[in-house]
């Protein structure tokens, strides 16, 4: 059984900075790939950020710039740093593991339950 186990959300002026940990556990053998998704309000699921085994990098519009998403893959940990964070960032970040193997039956996809980050004065 794999398990994301996400850390880092909470309150943050606007301006302020904000570091999010995810760390995939579980017998696994391997990962594709590993990102971050938020969901606001009324809003769909979006993408925030996601990184590739080969270290490719992939960033939501909106968040160009400001975040910058990093991955240990010795620990299966992906790590998303925000700065310059604005009310509109407000939203449960959710950590997604891609196509993650843990044995010859195949890939499949994963997500971790989702952590609050609130941007308010």
């Known amino acids: 059984q794999v398990q994301l186990v996400e850390s880092g959300g909470g309150l943050v002026q606007p301006g302020g900075s904000l570091r999010l940990s995810c760390t995939a556990s579980?017998?696994?053998?391997?990962?594709?790939?590993m990102g971050w998704y938020r969901q606001a309000p009324g809003k769909q699921r979006e993408l925030v950020a996601v990184?590739?085994?080969?270290?490719?990098?992939t960033y939501g519009d909106s968040v160009k710039g400001r975040f910058t998403i990093s991955r240990e893959n010795t620990s299966n940990t992906v790590i998303l740093q925000m700065s310059r964070l604005k009310s509109e960032d407000t939203a449960v970040y959710y950590c997604?593991?891609?196509?993650?193997?843990?044995?010859?039956?195949?890939?499949?996809?994963?997500w971790g339950q989702g952590t609050q980050v609130t941007v308010s004065s």
């Open positions: 579980g017998s696994i053998l391997s990962i594709y790939a």
């Open positions: 990184i590739a085994s080969g270290g490719i990098t």
């Open positions: 997604r593991a891609d196509n993650v193997w843990v044995g010859p039956q195949g890939g499949h996809d994963y």
